[in-house]
């Protein structure tokens, strides 16, 4: 064991140098960087929000299973099937049919049904039957359809998230997918995530309706700006998809912040013939179920520009332009899982952590040094090379260094002398019985490899574990303390044992002693 | 130097030790329960420092006319930083922390900063809590494996049994000192599954040797003279492990403070177990060198 080729000795300081090097790269001005690579520092060291938000569906599929409705009720009469007592529960459709195996068939049917489409992807179909008994049905959405709704509507919302926070203008923020319902939101270096939150609080549907005592389609009572208690109709002049742009302005007269909008060709359309039939009336601009203002109408608006006031502070009138342009979300959007760490505190935690770091490293050190002496000092610097690979390879892999990951770091400090301890037991020993010192420490090294493998495969397992199962925090510490024990045995196996047989083959016939 | 201390002499008042521990640790488990933080059991978290000292009751004051449920202000670290904690609520609230901020700014005649805050909701925790529980119990079922591959099932029982010790007794001290369960105790508790099995597979490892090599005697002696052999290792390491923690516990801030005492703890526990738990239960098994003929080829280094 004691016996290197140099071929082999070439390859663990290559090795050695070529991971550790890597180290540097954190310490290079950032400006003129060599390569840009370097290990990241986790939002509760450098401070940062993280926000964890779900969709919520409910809504959405009340309205989608409403939708079919009308188809459904075509496809009963173009089929000449008679059907009563049709209603919404539990957002599922149910009726009382004459024929439910007629309906079955056309229902199922996998060429050019509009009513229930076939979904490719998933090998099922949008919606699902059920009989209840001889003559009732209900109709729901399948484990599938249910899927499609919840995965377009979670895209979209995504999609929304990012426009909303990249106007608000955050550096560097990550939006990512988490599981079938959640967006995982990360905002480095903010400080206060309020307002961020109250905008993705809000998912900005915005219609124009007209304020109307009686209408066909039925009035809603809702309460303006000022307290008045109006009825507005529930038919939608306009909504909020037909905008293009929104922006804060300022009315000349009143100093009153307010807020622009330019319509697209159909909304000009539509917007200007509501506004020619209906001069002197009044129309409501609704925001997620609450009046923005009711303004009259004075005269047709067929620009396509128009402007909404409604008492704005400067700050609501670029929120509220910023949430027009970034679009409606599909769904409302809530909060599960919120951390928020100040970057003076993220400040606090790395000087703790480096400083105990540290100390932690000093006090092994010269407990090893006082040990074992010379051989000591091999297992020191065994220890140096694996933390300067430890930080090596974080950094050729940009893993994130989080709080527990500094902790990680200072746990293999006290763990990776374990495996050269191990084996300098072993090879006193060996000492004991075997006369040639060379031969004591080559067994030394063979009979303690096993051991040292079994020992730290154990806690690599649990390392691996922790990164399968941890969340955020946590997931630093399992990477840390996992690389920590693959450049513990490379260190000690390869590195420390080269050193060792240098010391022990030159003093091959004196004493050597451990 | 071989050390000549006679632990299997030991083992017997070890193990009425331990089983009581072991017990007492169930006992508070179950009828003092464990104080889960807000990772486990939902709510909001709040960390703020003021720039002139207030009092924590005049927090707890402020924050109970707002109507929130249950709250816990306490010191925390230097002074004038506070934590707070307020429990889940059923409806969700996104303004909460908005409004106990204004609600703290306006009324304490102080600066204050919110240094830290982190809220779960109920959901959210209660996945937490689930993947945790996996999480610890797979890893003790990948140890299991991996010492019925390497060794015989014996020492397989030995060592999962080593292990629950030493996890429901770092947990038992948490229930009985009201200390915080949270993801980075879990973190810890893991690493602490590890460590001690590190432990343990030494010990098992000479065990195993020595059964092969001295055919005569019996396991008591194999198992006292292995102790012996690698008590050095064990202490040194321990030592080493105990040195970084300690560092950690002491200069590493409040953050790390719960994590490291548990690990400090599971270090002890751990070795101490690897010697009094696991050791004893191949004794109790009858573990003998012709336990290990039959597969002899296969696991001989």
Redesign the interface.
């Known amino acids: 064991m004691l016996n290197f080729t140099k071929i082999n000795i070439l390859l663990i300081y290559l090795i050695f140098f070529f991971i550790s090097i890597f180290s540097a790269l954190n310490f290079q001005n950032k400006n003129n960087a060599i390569i840009d690579k370097k290990v990241n520092l986790g939002l509760?060291l450098q401070g940062g929000s993280y926000l964890?938000l779900?969709i919520d569906s409910s809504s959405l599929i009340e309205e989608k299973i409403q939708s079919k409705v009308i188809p459904i009720k075509k496809l009963l009469k173009e089929n000449n099937l008679e059907y009563s007592n049709f209603k919404i529960e539990n957002n599922k459709l149910k009726f009382s049919i004459n024929n439910p195996e007629k309906f079955e068939l056309l229902f199922f049917s996998k060429k050019d049904n509009f009513v229930n489409p076939y979904i490719d992807n998933y090998r099922s179909f949008e919606l699902d039957f059920r009989k209840l008994d001889n003559s009732n049905i209900e109709v729901l959405f399948s484990k599938y359809g249910l899927l499609t709704i919840n995965n377009s509507a979670l895209k979209q919302s995504i999609e929304i998230v990012r426009r909303r926070i990249d106007d608000v203008g955050t550096k560097e923020p990550t939006i990512l997918q988490r599981g079938e319902k959640r967006i995982l939101v990360e905002l480095p270096g903010l400080k206060?995530p309020?307002r961020i939150?109250?905008l993705l609080?809000k998912t900005a549907q915005l219609n124009f309706r007209l304020v109307s005592d009686n209408s066909e389609f039925g009035v809603d009572d809702l309460i303006s700006e000022n307290g008045e208690k109006l009825k507005i109709s529930k038919r939608i002049v306009m909504s909020g998809e037909n905008l293009i742009d929104a922006q804060p302005s300022v009315q000349n007269q009143q100093n009153e912040p307010t807020v622009s909008f330019t319509l697209d060709r159909l909304g000009a359309q539509k917007f200007g013939r509501a506004t020619t039939d209906n001069v002197g009336k009044r129309l409501a601009i609704v925001l997620d179920g609450q009046i923005i203002s009711a303004p009259n109408i004075n005269e047709p608006i067929t620009s396509g520009n128009g402007m909404i006031s409604g008492n704005f502070t400067f700050q609501e009138a670029t929120d509220l332009a910023l949430l027009l342009r970034s679009g409606a979300l599909p769904t409302p959007l809530?909060?599960?899982?919120?951390?928020?760490?100040?970057p003076?505190?993220g400040e606090?935690?790395i000087k703790?952590?480096i400083?105990?770091?540290i100390?932690?490293?000093i006090?092994?050190i010269f407990?090893?040094f006082l040990?074992y002496k010379i051989f000591g000092l091999i297992a020191n610097i065994a220890l140096i090379a694996n933390l300067l690979m430890l930080v090596g390879i974080l950094t050729i892999l940009e893993a994130t260094l989080t709080?527990?990951g500094?902790?990680g770091i200072?746990?293999t400090?006290?763990?990776a002398?374990?495996a050269n301890?191990?084996i300098f037991?072993r090879i006193k020993?060996e000492l004991k019985t075997e006369k040639s010192i060379i031969h004591a420490f080559d067994t030394g090294y063979s009979?303690a490899?096993?051991?040292v493998l079994?020992?730290?495969?154990?806690?690599?397992?649990?390392?691996i574990?922790?990164f399968?199962?941890?969340?955020?925090?946590?997931k630093g510490?399992?990477i840390t303390?996992g690389i920590g024990i693959i450049t513990t045995l490379f260190t000690a196996y390869f590195l420390a044992r080269h050193l060792t047989s240098i010391i022990v083959l030159r003093k091959k016939t004196q004493e050597v002693k451990i | 130097m071989i050390r000549n201390i006679n632990f299997v002499s030991k083992f017997k008042k070890a193990n009425i030790f331990s089983t009581l521990l072991f017990s007492l640790s169930i006992f508070f488990m179950i009828f003092k329960g464990l104080n889960y933080g807000i990772d486990f059991k939902g709510g909001t978290l709040i960390e703020l420092r003021t720039d002139v000292s207030v009092n924590a009751s005049s927090i707890r004051e402020l924050l109970s006319s707002m109507n929130l449920g249950d709250i816990n202000v306490k010191k925390f670290g230097k002074d004038g930083d506070y934590l707070i904690k307020v429990e889940q609520k059923k409806e969700n609230n996104n303004n909460l922390i908005s409004e106990i901020k204004k609600k703290l700014s306006d009324n304490l005649s102080a600066e204050v900063d919110f240094r830290r805050v982190e809220n779960v909701g109920p959901k959210v925790s209660a996945e937490l809590l689930e993947s945790s529980i996996i999480a610890i119990s797979l890893a003790l079922a990948a140890m299991l494996f991996y010492i019925w591959v390497r060794f015989e099932w014996q020492f397989s029982i030995g060592s999962i049994i080593a292990l629950f010790h030493d996890v429901i007794i770092t947990l038992g001290i948490f229930s009985v000192l009201s200390l915080e369960i949270n993801l980075s105790i879990i973190a810890a508790v893991l690493t602490i599954v590890g460590y001690s099995m590190n432990d343990t597979v030494v010990i098992y490892d000479r065990i195993r040797e020595n059964l092969l090599k001295f055919t005569k005697i019996s396991i008591s002696d194999v198992a006292n003279l292995s102790i012996n052999e690698t008590l050095s290792r064990t202490l040194i390491t321990s030592i080493t492990t105990l040195l970084a923690l300690l560092s950690i516990y002491i200069l590493g801030g409040e953050i790390l403070r719960g994590f490291s005492f548990a690990m400090i703890l599971g270090v002890i526990i751990g070795t101490y177990s690897s010697i009094f738990v696991a050791s004893p239960i191949l004794k109790f098994f009858k573990v003998s060198y012709k336990t290990l003929e039959k597969e002899e080829e296969k696991i001989a280094p």
């Open positions: 509760d964890l779900e206060d309020g939150k109250t609080g809530n909060i599960v899982e919120e951390r928020t760490v100040g003076d505190l606090d935690s703790a952590g400083i105990s770091l100390v932690g490293f006090l092994v407990f090893m040990k709080l527990p500094i902790a200072i746990l400090v006290g763990m002398v374990d301890v191990l037991e020993e009979k490899k096993i051991t079994d020992a730290n495969i154990t806690t690599l397992i649990a390392a574990i922790l399968a199962f941890g969340s955020g925090p946590v510490f399992a303390l």
